[in-house]
């Protein structure tokens, strides 16, 4: 086996996955006696291609997507949203949130929001403090999420800061599931699931189906590709657009397409040494995916009972 035979296996087949999936949010919205689909836009390519396929399986008329901003939202992610929203014809709706997480001071878990500067210089101090951190604690900013260790204190309330605005979001998208009966369904795709980068009872997570939880990252780039959705999209870096100044794969440390074929192989039961020989890579960034997926069990598990660790 070699890179290039992962790589190929990785492929998928787009229009029976299309299909597939269609048809999976189709008779998902039958199946629960759902008059329609709710879902959170956020002008990323996961987000986008949910709410491609919901428009295609329930027609136009039947999704209601919210877009959430917020004062750290990116001005260009919200525009992507509502250009989309109109691309496809469905109902969309505005809300700023800005205001409900000031009630519970959640601005002030960030000691960086407590300086009066512009959001492109905090999007570049907060860039070059994920870089320090980095040389600090030779760790990739995502991993100091998982656990505690150096700065816990700081990250406990970094943790606190972002977390809470997508459970707010969630709460919201299911005050609207709840009045309009719509299914409510998530963009969380497998490989941010695999790695616990998404929040437990967040909009990404707590939902009624998540179509996407199939595909790994590249998988829905290519599928993306395949439907010729906008290229805007499809090509801007991916964030999670909780704080200005962080991408996913800065703060993971590493690029999807790397990562997924870490994934990929240990999923398939090859050990670390091979993978890393087949892929031509360090062993330790192996070791590395592996922890991340050890470390994130607590963000997949719904109900904690004796024996679920060991």
């Given at each position: 086996?070699?890179?290039?035979?992962?790589?190929?296996?990785?492929?998928?087949?787009?229009?029976?996955?299309?299909?597939?999936?269609?048809?999976?949010?189709k008779?998902?919205?039958?199946?629960?006696?759902?008059?329609?689909?709710?879902?959170?836009?956020?002008g990323?390519?996961d987000?986008?291609?949910?709410?491609?396929?919901?428009?295609?399986?329930?027609g136009?008329?039947?999704?209601?997507?919210?877009?959430?901003?917020?004062?750290?939202?990116?001005?260009?992610?919200?525009?992507d949203?509502?250009?989309?929203?109109?691309?496809?014809?469905?109902?969309?709706?505005?809300?700023?949130?800005?205001?409900?997480?000031?009630?519970?001071?959640?601005?002030?878990?960030?000691?960086?929001?407590?300086?009066?500067?512009?959001?492109?210089?905090k999007?570049?101090?907060?860039?070059?403090?994920?870089q320090?951190?980095?040389?600090?604690?030779?760790?990739?900013?995502?991993?100091?999420?998982?656990?505690?260790?150096?700065?816990?204190?700081?990250?406990?309330?970094?943790n606190?800061?972002?977390?809470?605005?997508?459970?707010?979001?969630?709460?919201?998208?299911?005050?609207?599931?709840?009045?309009?009966?719509?299914?409510?369904?998530?963009?969380?795709?497998?490989?941010?699931?695999?790695?616990?980068?998404?929040?437990?009872y967040?909009?990404?997570?707590?939902?009624?189906?998540?179509?996407?939880?199939?595909?790994?990252?590249?998988?829905?780039?290519?599928?993306?590709?395949?439907?010729?959705?906008?290229?805007?999209?499809?090509?801007?870096?991916?964030?999670?657009?909780?704080?200005p100044?962080?991408?996913?794969?800065?703060?993971?440390?590493?690029?999807?397409?790397?990562?997924?074929?870490?994934?990929?192989?240990?999923?398939?039961?090859?050990?670390?040494?091979?993978?890393?020989?087949?892929?031509?890579?360090?062993?330790?960034?192996?070791?590395?995916?592996?922890?991340?997926?050890k470390?994130?069990?607590?963000?997949r598990?719904?109900?904690?009972?004796?024996?679920?660790?060991?």
């Open positions: 086996m070699n890179k290039n035979v992962l790589i190929e296996e990785l492929k998928i087949d787009s229009q029976l996955t299309f299909l597939s999936l269609k048809n999976f949010i008779i998902s919205c039958e199946n629960f006696n759902k008059e329609g689909i709710i879902l959170g836009l956020s990323g390519i987000s986008s291609l949910t709410a491609y396929l919901c428009k295609e399986a329930v136009e008329k039947n999704v209601l997507a919210l877009i959430l901003p917020e004062i750290d939202s990116n001005k260009d992610n919200i525009e949203a509502i250009q989309f929203a109109q691309k496809l014809n469905i109902k969309y709706k505005i809300i700023e949130i800005t205001k409900y997480l000031k009630n519970f001071s959640i601005y002030d878990f960030f000691f960086l929001n407590k300086l009066v500067i512009p959001k492109k210089i999007s570049i101090i907060i860039e070059k403090l994920s320090l951190y980095k040389r600090e604690t030779k760790q990739p900013p995502f991993f100091s999420t998982l656990e505690d260790g150096k700065f816990n204190k700081i990250i406990r309330k970094i606190a800061y972002y977390r809470f605005k997508h459970r707010l979001r969630m709460i919201i998208l299911y005050l609207f599931a709840d009045l309009e009966n719509r299914l409510v369904v998530g963009g969380t795709n497998k490989t941010e699931y695999l790695i616990g980068f998404f929040v437990k967040g909009c990404d997570d707590a939902c009624d189906i998540m179509p996407l939880l199939t595909l790994y990252k590249t998988q829905v780039r290519q599928l993306y590709e395949y439907l010729e959705l906008p290229k805007k999209i499809l090509n801007k870096k991916p964030s999670p657009d909780l704080l100044g962080i991408f996913d794969e800065e703060i993971i440390g590493l690029n999807y397409e790397e990562l997924d074929l870490i994934l990929y192989s240990l999923e398939k039961g090859l050990p670390g040494s091979q993978i890393a020989e087949i892929l031509k890579i360090d062993k330790e960034k192996v070791e590395y995916v592996s922890l991340l997926v470390k994130s069990n607590y963000h598990y719904r109900q904690v009972k004796d024996g679920d660790y060991n």
